[in-house]
């Protein structure tokens, strides 16, 4: 369908522009990539007053146009390049109204570029409880645009906003922010001509950062290259020169247009709670407070809730067994898909209550602090300040994670970055680790308030961050760069969660987790059933005439016990049970058996093909009739070597320390090598991740067997 308009979204970082972008598309948006770069593209759709169809882009949150990593480099990109494919017809640039001179620098840049704009103060009603009010009449007629004042948290101003939008033709006629021809007037002049623009700015900024563009031609390229060494051309000097000409500017068009009656006050709030928050001492145990008490409501809120999935599915597969004609169709459908299907949805409320605190922490502004609060622990140990982003956004997912890495400057800190954030435990291993902590670990209360089963997940999680801040200690120490990394950072004021947002990121994180892991899921119980339902020809006729014997010569309930028995047999020698026996030997030591190695194998596309791979094998394997649930079918399975349960406490936390460390992710492996282009980095990764989850694994075994 074609649209009518192409609305880019820019702003500074926690200025609310995500929030806006959600307010304004709602669920009619759709992430892909910018073309030819690996940079998350986020496009929604909106209707506006007048019946057109809007494509709003939400561009990448930078201070300026001069960018200083690769996602910033993409703001300058769309919107100077006319022949890009997301270059906008309309410019919406959102302001913090708490802090709008340093804000319209960015304006400042963006309306040199001479496309037609709007200004969106967004947090209008949090400026006017610090006592600042801002004239924005007076604002629009000193800029030549139209300002809208709103705030995207409690959807106000949202239907001004869209029919100023709709009124939005012309560029902003303000006097230009600088002089911008009076910079380097030799060379500008030359490059206007090179490229056939009017534009001093656009030529300014194709000398500051042509290399970023991908319209012009190596030939281009080198010929602004010889107009800078022509012209003395300077891009650190220059750069200074303007910005400080823009804030000059900024000061005469804002003089009168804001009055801070609470100057004085402004920052109290935030800095009483900050003296806290941020304390080597006391900030590190409330961190660790809340930590405990989210891993402790993973456990205790989803207890209900997946209690009745879990029936929901038992109840589908008795249906489906007592309904359905039996047949290899059947039992495709009914121990494979709608098995290893199970095993993943039952997950969903523990998913859905993990993103709703991260969204919430991140809502508040307190994941900033944590950020904060961790820099100076992280550079001892050869890890930027920036490197905490990835790595706390890596208890979501390692894949976008170590894209955001690009934010990091320096070329040692990024790739120690990239190798140790697939460490820090992600949604994907949550579902491995309840159901093995709910198998090993009672359900029990100590001290009134304390999980056990809380604390052993939230153990898990800290003992993946601190195997990510080692490893990373180690390559600091291994790899040699030169560069020296620093640290700038916002901390956005406190806020309250927009329950809204919060709602709809448990939504959409949780149908991707179905979505994404659902396909591997189902994609792996089909070849696992065929694996475990089929073998070699010699081995099933030989059961089958063992136990066609036998039944001859036994009564109902002993013929019973014996299809259980042969079910397990033909499993054990099925092509999936050969190939677990296979690697049995190297596993035996970590305290695995067979089927617990199919599941390693299977878990090499993703973590949670585990949790599937499992419910398919004990699914086809069969087992008491009563028992349906294949959480207790794990719990009853017995070695049939000792008789002792399968799955003891030190298996269980074997288990859980090799799936800590272990590199099970085909994506991430995918998008190290994208991100550093070259196989050496993942390949390192994928070998130095398996042998720290084996040597763990056979530590934690053998000490608590």
């Known amino acids: 369908m074609a649209k009518d308009l192409k609305i880019a979204l820019v702003g500074n970082p926690n200025t609310g522009k995500s929030t806006l972008f959600n307010l304004l598309t709602g669920l009619n948006q759709k992430i892909g990539n910018f073309p030819g770069i690996t940079i998350d593209k986020k496009v929604g759709y909106c209707k506006l007053p007048d019946g057109k169809q809007a494509e709003i882009i939400d561009l990448p949150g930078t201070y300026s146009l001069y960018p200083k990593s690769k996602d910033e480099s993409i703001v300058f990109q769309v919107l100077a390049d006319k022949n890009n494919a997301s270059h906008p017809d309309i410019v919406v640039l959102i302001a913090d109204a708490t802090n709008l001179r340093r804000n319209l620098l960015l304006y400042t840049q963006v309306a040199d570029l001479e496309i037609p704009m709007v200004l969106a103060l967004n947090m209008t009603d949090m400026a006017r409880k610090e006592g600042i009010n801002i004239d924005v009449n007076k604002l629009s007629e000193r800029l030549g645009i139209q300002v809208v004042a709103i705030s995207a948290r409690s959807n ?80 650190s000097t220059l750069q200074t020169a303007e910005t400080i000409a823009r804030y000059r500017h900024l000061g005469t068009v804002l003089s009168g247009v ?29 961190f660790i407070g809340i930590l405990f008490f989210i891993f402790n409501a993973i456990f205790s809120w989803s207890q209900y809730p997946m209690e009745m999935i879990e029936t929901i599915f038992a109840r589908l597969g008795e249906l489906g067994h007592e309904y ?26 523990q998913i859905a209550i993990l993103f709703a605190f991260i969204s919430i922490l991140e809502d508040t502004g307190y994941m900033a602090r944590v950020t904060f609060l961790m820099d100076k622990i992280m550079r001892k140990f050869g890890l930027s300040g920036k490197s905490v982003v990835p790595m706390i956004g890596s208890i979501a997912c390692a894949v976008p994670s170590i ?29 491995v680790y309840t159901l093995l902590i709910g198998l090993v670990v009672p359900e029990k209360t100590v001290w009134g308030f304390i999980n056990l089963q809380g604390l052993t997940l939230m153990g898990m999680y800290l003992i993946s961050i601190l195997a990510a801040v080692l490893v990373a ?31 709809y990121t448990m939504y959409e994180k949780s149908k991707t987790f179905v979505l994404e892991a659902g396909k591997v899921i189902i994609a792996i119980s089909i070849v696992l059933w065929v694996m475990s339902s ?50 049995e030997p190297v596993i035996r030591p970590l305290g695995f058996d067979w089927k617990i190695g199919i599941a390693l194998i299977t878990s090499f596309a993703a973590r949670e093909a585990f949790v599937g791979t499992m419910a398919t094998i004990y699914s086809v ?3 008491d009739e009563n028992v349906v649930k294949i959480h207790d079918r794990m719990k009853a399975a017995k070695n049939p070597v000792t008789g002792l349960p399968v799955f003891t406490f030190a298996t269980g936390f074997s288990l859980m320390l090799f799936y800590a460390f272990a590199m099970q992710c085909m994506s991430t492996v995918a998008v190290v090598y994208r991100e550093t282009k070259s196989w050496k980095w993942p390949l390192i990764q994928l070998v130095y991740m398996t042998a720290m989850a084996y040597v763990a694994s056979l530590i934690a075994y053998q000490l608590l067997k």
């Open 156 to 235: 106000a101003g949202l239907d001004e906003l869209k029919k100023a939008i709709n009124n939005t033709t012309s560029i902003a006629t303000q006097l230009k922010g600088a002089d911008i021809l009076a910079l380097a007037p030799e060379a500008i002049e030359a490059t206007k001509k090179r490229i056939g623009t009017e534009n001093d700015y656009f030529a300014l900024q194709i000398l500051h950062q042509h290399q970023h563009l991908a319209d012009f031609t190596e030939v281009d390229h080198a010929a602004f290259d010889q107009i800078r060494k022509a012209n003395n051309f300077e891009t």
């Open 258 to 286: 804001i009055e801070d009656t609470g100057a004085a006050r402004k920052f109290a709030f935030s800095d009483k709670i900050d003296a806290v928050l941020t304390n080597k001492f006391w900030g590190f145990l409330i």
């Open 324 to 349: 359905l004609p039996e047949g290899v169709l059947s039992s495709l459908l009914l121990d494979g898909v709608l098995a290893g299907l199970g095993g993943i949805v039952v997950f969903i409320p």
């Open 403 to 431: 894209m955001s890495a690009r934010t990091i400057e320096s070329w040692k800190d990024r790739i120690i970055t990239i190798m140790v954030v697939p460490l820090v435990s992600c949604s994907a291993r949550l579902p």
């Open 473 to 503: 200690f180690v390559m600091k120490i291994i790899l040699k760069a030169k560069e020296k990394s620093y640290f700038i950072m916002e901390l956005p004021v406190y806020r309250a969660p927009r329950w809204t947002n919060v709602l």
């Open 534 to 583: 089929y073998g070699p020809s010699d081995r099933f006729e030989a059961i089958d005439k063992k136990y066609a014997a036998i039944e001859a010569q036994k009564d109902s309930v002993q013929i019973s016990t014996l299809e259980r028995d042969k079910s397990a047999e033909r499993l054990e020698n099925s092509y999936a049970g050969i190939l677990g026996h296979a690697i």
């Open 621 to 623: 394997e069969g087992g």
